[in-house]
Structure formats: structure tokens, C-alpha cells
Nanobody, 125 residues
Framework: QVQLVESGGGLVQAGDSLRLSCAAS????????MGWFRQAPGKEREFVAA????????YYVDSVKGRFTISRDSAKNTMYLQMNSLKPEDTAVYYC??????????????????WGQGTQVTVSS
């Protein structure tokens, strides 16, 4: 069993930055693909960013390209999402996820097996 714990959310103003962290409970985190999703009120959960097992490959939804950066630190069993130039439309609960059977990029929620509890990000205008 893998536990994922997100942190770093909060209330910020448009244009500000936040860094989300996702700590995994097991060292096998380092061999698996991981990703970030978000869900705004009244909307479906959407893909935000993904990273492969090594951290060398990343992929982003168009709406965050150039503003968000996904990364991972295998020594710390932690994945990050650096969010810059935040916009009110980025307001959502952000979830990290781990794909137990994948090492390559995964963008669909059904490709992920373990999820964190979510952290709220609110961006005011």
C-alpha cells in the first residue's frame, strides 16, 4: 500500500506563486510515474501535469504550460508542483497520484492507482 500526502496549498492573489508537495510513503515511489490533477467546484477532475519515473520527461495541460513545473526528488520520496503566475481559474483542490504499473507519462486518471487526499488552492483576483 502506498500513501500520498499533499501539502502546500493555500489562499493567494492572482500572480502569486505556490509550491505543492506530495510525499510518498514508500521508496518504490522512485520507479513509478506520477501526476497532478485538480478539481474545481462543480467540475470534473482534470489532468494538470505528469512526470515519468526518472523525472526526465514531463507533460502539462495547455492551460498551465509555462507557468507550472512538475519535478520529483527520489531521495526524499517527494514530488512537487511549482505554480507561478497563478490565475483565479487555477482555483481547485489539487491531487497527486501514483501509477503503480507505469514508468512512462500517464495523463488519464484511470491510469493511476493511488491518490492523495487533496490540498486546496484558492487564487483571488
Amino acid at each position: 500500500q502506498v500513501q500520498l500526502v499533499e501539502s502546500g496549498g493555500g489562499l493567494v492573489q492572482a500572480g502569486d506563486s505556490l509550491r505543492l508537495s506530495c510525499a510518498a510513503s514508500r521508496r518504490t515511489f522512485s520507479d513509478r510515474a506520477m501526476g497532478w490533477f485538480r478539481q474545481a467546484p462543480g467540475k470534473e477532475r482534470e489532468f494538470v501535469a505528469a512526470i515519468n519515473w526518472s523525472g526526465r520527461n514531463t507533460y502539462y495541460v495547455d492551460s498551465v504550460k509555462g507557468r507550472f513545473t512538475i519535478s520529483r526528488d527520489s531521495a526524499k520520496n517527494t514530488m512537487y508542483l511549482q505554480m507561478n503566475s497563478l490565475k483565479p481559474e487555477d482555483t481547485a483542490v489539487y491531487y497527486c497520484a501514483l501509477a503503480w504499473l507505469r514508468r512512462t507519462i500517464a495523463t488519464m486518471s484511470n491510469e493511476y492507482d493511488y491518490w492523495g487526499q487533496g490540498t486546496q488552492v484558492t487564487v483571488s483576483s
